[in-house]
């Protein structure tokens, strides 16, 4: 008897100490949260409570605008084609240029396929700081360097996919069967002839499944960076939005162009992603 | 007919290198058409050299400016020309001297230059003595020689000395000699603290001495606050706009997470009410994270204007349509025999989400949040440079002074330390929380 009790009492006091640690890092939570908000809320121009019924006016105001000025719309859509365009192009061609140094550096880092396996630790570090460094910026550095233009935003962004593809590729990389690349060896391959055809042909799919979805989060970094100086549509939607002389139905089609441009870049790259990594259904 | 296995492979092989080649042609091809699209030819003859020397220069060293007001007569000794990094008359470095007749400054490599009253001689050893006049009439230039050699550009109206162990202009309003330095300057005290002008042992011991320096403080206050007050590095604004920055990424990461979690259950196929339900919510979690995060930050810095809540707010909205969807995709897969039997003890929804479903998801959605943490506080940069608020305001505003670039590399600095900081923090959490 005494030892179910025993049991008992101990289970009990676990169950106790769990219940008080949670209480206590729930209250910890709350108490972060609660005076991270009236911080975050002091040190904002307007008050949380004071916006919200105003959360509505400029989205109203916008489709207001846009509604009575319908006409315009195409128009306004065509006109922004061009802007599109180049912000789609910074977004591809940054990550065309990161994929490739990226799946470059990926086997260069890669523990087993690194040619010189001492650059492995500081080619890490390479990586992870152009991974850090905010692309923002990155181009805002270029542009006092370059002027402003798509070529800083294309750098910045294609410095950060750098490193953020080659630590994604890395880790498939170590994944990859490593018997091709003897194979490959034993018959005198070169370490480009052997990454090329031994680890490549098997990566590829994954590689190329994380380049897209890369792509989806640069077509919005370049519209970011289009509105804080680098060209494209960024740009654009910043003149329209602009105090005071805002066009609003200009900033509509913008907004339109942006949210279907995003919306069909995603499906399509789910899409493809889906039958790279499930193979074709 | 054994040869046509061999043909076919043969022909699929072929086929497979084209596709290759095509690829490889494809890819350039892109790469000229963007080459020529963005005007990389054109921007060849853009590109502003001048400003990334200074840019380059300005990340590792300093320089300290000798300027006499020449229609005044008063000389200043500062740090970069800034106000903040003036040195008091009687503190002036040992190489700047007020000396008979004029200011005495000693450049390296023996090479001097003298402001007197009536003009200012610069002496390079090996070359000769430069004498410039800054009279009313235009500014008078000798030379040893008589020539004028490239390191000096002369007009009437300015004469610019550049050379490797320093830099001399003469203006009719003002003349100015900069000395180069390396490192940042004044970063732990500017020139109006009397701890700037101490070496580091000195400062060691006048910490653990108790003659105060400063009245009615100890001598490690008095440090501490001129050091955290530091008129040019602001080191407490600095503090202050990483902790922002933090505050944004956790705040807007947290409150995506407890609105996402509610919605998620609503949403997944195994709790949800009713499919009208489920579906209108998806679409909602689509919603959010079609619209850019750019997007809901214009919107939502229109409603509560600039600040930091504005971006926790944005950040919120983007992260609880990917947590919404991620939750909604975790709790699918959950087991169901903890529900049921949680059912057949008579708890209601409430507690078997509670007791049946939360301890089955939660190391799962735990380490999303962490991972989301991880990456907004990236974003919350980016973010705070749009709205206004935390190291992103603080790093666009340097560099659009275009010049204080020491700044920006400190700021780069310590972004990339806050962030790898935090990537090490949420990856030990998400270790510790997968092993259990």
């Known amino acids: 008897m005494t030892d179910t009790a ?35 809320n002091d040190r904002n121009a307007g008050g949380f409570l004071a916006g919200i019924p105003r959360l509505f006016d400029f989205p109203a105001e916008l ?23 180049e912000t789609l192009n910074i977004a591809a061609a940054a990550t065309l240029i990161g994929a490739i140094l990226g799946g470059f550096l990926s086997l260069m880092v890669t523990p087993g396929l690194a040619p010189f396996p001492r650059l492995v630790s500081p080619l890490r570090r390479v990586l992870d700081i152009t991974r850090a460094v905010p692309d923002v910026v990155v181009a805002l550095i270029l542009i006092f360097m370059l002027s402003s233009g798509p070529v800083p935003a294309m750098i910045a962004i294609a410095l950060h996919t750098t490193g953020a593809l080659g630590k994604l590729f890395a880790e498939v990389n170590e994944n990859a069967d490593t018997k091709p690349v003897e194979g490959l060896q034993s018959v005198g391959a070169g370490w480009f ?22 792509f989806e989060i640069n077509v919005r970094a370049s519209a970011i960076l289009g509105f804080v100086g680098a060209g494209g549509i960024g740009a654009e939607l910043k003149i329209a939005i602009g105090w005071g002389l805002g066009r609003y139905d200009a900033a509509a089609a913008i907004f339109i162009l942006l949210f279907l441009t995003i919306m069909i870049i995603d499906q399509i790259s789910g899409h493809f992603r889906h039958v790279l990594v499930k193979g074709r259904a | 007919m054994t040869t046509v296995p061999y043909v076919e492979a043969h022909r699929r092989i072929a086929r497979k290198r084209l596709t290759g080649f095509a690829l490889l042609a494809g890819v350039i091809a892109y790469l000229v058409y963007i080459f020529f699209a963005f005007d990389m030819p054109g921007l060849a003859q853009r590109v502003r050299l001048d400003n990334a020397a200074i840019l380059l220069r300005d990340t590792y060293s300093h320089r300290i400016q000798v300027t006499r007001d020449n229609r005044r007569d008063t000389t200043s000794v500062s740090v970069d020309g800034e106000r903040n990094g003036q040195y008091p008359a009687d503190r ?34 090996d070359y000769g003595q430069i004498t410039i006049i800054p009279a009313q009439s235009g500014i008078e230039l000798f030379t040893p020689d008589g020539q004028i ?54 400062l060691a011991r006048s910490a653990l001495s108790s003659d105060r320096i400063v009245a009615d403080q100890s001598n490690l206050s008095a440090m501490w606050h001129d050091f955290w007050y530091n008129p040019m590095w602001r080191h407490n604004a600095v503090a202050w706009a990483i902790f922002e920055t933090l505050m944004m990424a956790f705040l807007g990461t947290m409150m995506g997470a407890m609105i996402a979690l509610p919605l998620a259950f609503l949403s997944a196929r195994n709790f949800g009410p009713s499919m009208p339900i489920r579906f209108a919510i998806r679409r909602v979690f689509d919603f959010c994270r079609g619209v850019d995060g750019l997007i809901w930050t214009i919107i939502l810095a229109r409603a509560f204007g600039p600040g930091p809540m504005t971006g926790a707010l944005a950040i919120m909205l983007t992260d609880t349509g990917s947590f919404g969807k991620l939750f909604s995709e975790v709790l699918e897969t959950t087991d169901s025999k903890q529900v049921e039997g949680l059912r057949s003890t008579g708890a209601n929804a409430l507690q078997r989400g509670r007791f049946g479903v939360i301890p089955q998801v939660m190391p799962v959605i735990a380490s999303q949040i962490l991972y989301m943490l991880e990456s907004n506080t990236r974003g919350a940069t980016v973010i705070g440079a749009i709205v206004g608020g935390g190291i992103g305001l603080l790093l666009t505003q340097a560099i659009q002074t275009q010049k204080d670039w020491e700044d920006v590399t400190y700021y780069i600095i310590l972004v990339i330390l806050m962030v790898m900081m935090m990537d090490g923090i949420s990856g030990w959490i998400r270790r510790r929380l997968i092993k259990g």
């Open chain 1, 193 to 214: 002839q052997r990454m090329l055809l031994g680890v490549v042909p098997q990566v590829a799919p994954n590689w190329l499944s994380y380049a897209l979805l890369r």
């Open chain 1, 6 to 40: 025993q049991i008992q009492d101990s289970y009990m006091a676990q169950v106790r100490r769990k219940r008080t640690y949670s209480t206590i890092l729930l209250v910890v939570f709350v108490a972060m949260m609660a005076s991270g908000f009236h911080l975050a």
């Open chain 2, 149 to 202: 050699p490239e390191w000096i550009s002369a007009s009437d109206t300015r004469v610019a000395i550049t050379r490797p162990e320093g830099r001399l202009t003469v203006t009719k309003a003002r003349t100015e000699t900069f000395r180069y330095f390396l490192g940042w300057p004044l970063f732990f005290f500017t020139t109006d603290s009397p701890f700037h002008y101490m070496t580091w042992t000195e």
């Open chain 1, 63 to 85: 489709l207001g605008e846009a509604f009575a000025k319908a006409a315009n719309l195409p128009g306004l859509v065509w006109h922004y084609l061009p802007a599109l365009v």
């Open chain 2, 92 to 125: 002036w470095p040992d190489w700047v001297q007020n000396a008979e007749g004029g200011t005495a400054i000693n450049l390296t490599h023996g090479v001097t230059v003298r402001y007197e009253d009536d003009a200012v001689r610069m002496a390079v050893p």
